[in-house]
């Protein structure tokens, strides 16, 4: 008698066909698959079902062509980690597409590179999402950063290199995306503690650079963009306390005086507004406690020299910005850079949404560049 197949062999094998609609109609089956498991406390997904689901999703994803149908279909399977209706489940989920993507980035071509770039995007933002969802609950937050720590950061990982620096250079942009709003400057720094951590303790040079620009940077590339957020959160706060006040008091003329202030408002935003034009999303950091916290890490005997040296540079700039001085937007004349400085050399302008590299004709009150 012929053995009857799991599920998730089944699911597998339609997803990955090369017929578009029967891809479709599993992916559709696949939800209220996952949606009716879930509601069973008794019968949830086990790491090896998931990750013959993720093969089959991954090649899903393969067998698609045409760039907005690539992009649907990664939401689509983003998005179904809000199926699973456990938070365990749902970080079980994200390790299961990990391992898929560690097992089998080697093997994508470039041609086909970039839609995965987009599903492991799309995959963090929901992941976010969901941990927004659960009001950003202290457990759950250190369940993901320890999964992501063991799956992607320590040596015995073996995460693919190249995947490794993709997460590391989305991983704020998302993470700002979903929760900026909500977020506070304690819980950033929970956030990117695996980071600090592995940038004091890494002998790979690579992935340390890698956290070095993508993390560290980009805190100090945003710091303008988010002290100006904080003001206008400030400004707005004591607005709406003036207004509450004038209520009370029954005061209704003060046209004259609003208007005084709207011309002060108009030179503020002519001096921000090369600031403001294309600026998304960024996150609020204590930028002493972030000091700190590296100085502690740096200080260890622990930590490889070379690392400790570049770490405290790091350290350097965002003491300096704790008390309010901006990196120097020109390099000293008479600091040179090292090799292994190369990558600071390089620093790309950071504008909030997408990097933006300047020109050798912009203007020099627009870089912001930093000798580490």
């Known amino acids: 008698m012929a053995s009857i197949r799991e599920p998730e062999v089944q699911f597998a094998q339609r997803l990955a066909s090369n017929e578009r609609p029967i ?95 987009q599903l492991v995007r799309f995959v963090f933002r929901q992941t976010f999402e969901a941990l927004k969802r659960k009001n950003w609950e202290s457990s ?63 002998k790979n040079q690579t992935l340390f650079s890698a956290i070095c620009r993508s993390i560290f940077s980009t805190i100090i590339d945003q710091a303008p963009f988010a002290i100006e957020d904080l003001m206008k959160e400030v400004k707005a706060a004591e607005a709406s306390e003036e ?48 000091a700190d916290k590296l100085f502690e890490l740096a200080r260890r005997n622990s930590t490889p020299g070379q690392n400790r040296q570049r770490l405290y540079k790091v350290i350097k700039v965002l003491r300096d910005l704790s008390e309010g001085v901006f990196p120097e937007s020109e390099y000293p004349e008479e600091v040179s850079t090292d090799e292994d400085d190369e990558m600071f050399g390089s620093r790309r302008r950071m504008k909030r949404g997408r990097g933006h590299v300047e020109g050798p004709e912009a203007p020099a009150a627009k870089k912001s560049k930093v000798c580490w």
């Open 23 to 117: 891809r479709s109609k599993a992916l559709k089956k696949l939800r209220k698959y996952i949606n009716a498991r879930s509601q069973r406390a008794s019968d949830g997904f086990t790491g090896d079902e998931l990750l013959k689901l993720w093969k089959g999703l991954f090649y899903c994803l393969w067998m698609q062509d045409k760039p907005l149908l690539q992009e649907e279909l990664s939401k689509q399977i983003s998005t179904l980690i809000h199926s699973f209706n456990d938070t365990d489940k749902q970080l079980l989920y994200l390790e299961s597409f990990l391992l898929t993507f560690k097992r089998e980035w080697t093997g994508i071509d470039r041609l086909r590179m970039d839609k995965f770039f």
């Open 140 to 202: 759950a937050v250190s369940k993901f950063l320890e999964m992501l720590t063991a799956q992607l950061l320590q040596s015995s990982s073996e995460a693919p290199c190249g995947l490794q620096l993709h997460i590391l250079d989305l991983y704020l942009t998302e993470l700002a995306t979903v929760g900026s709003a909500e977020l506070t400057a304690d819980q950033n720094l929970t956030f990117i503690d695996p980071f600090c951590k592995t940038a004091a303790k890494t």
């Open 243 to 290: 207004d509450e006040t004038q209520i009370k008091a029954g005061k209704s003329s003060e046209e004259e005086e609003e208007e005084d202030d709207d011309d002060d408002d108009d030179h503020l935003e002519e001096d921000t507004e090369l600031l403001s034009d294309d600026i998304g999303p960024v996150l609020q950091f204590d930028y002493a406690a972030l």
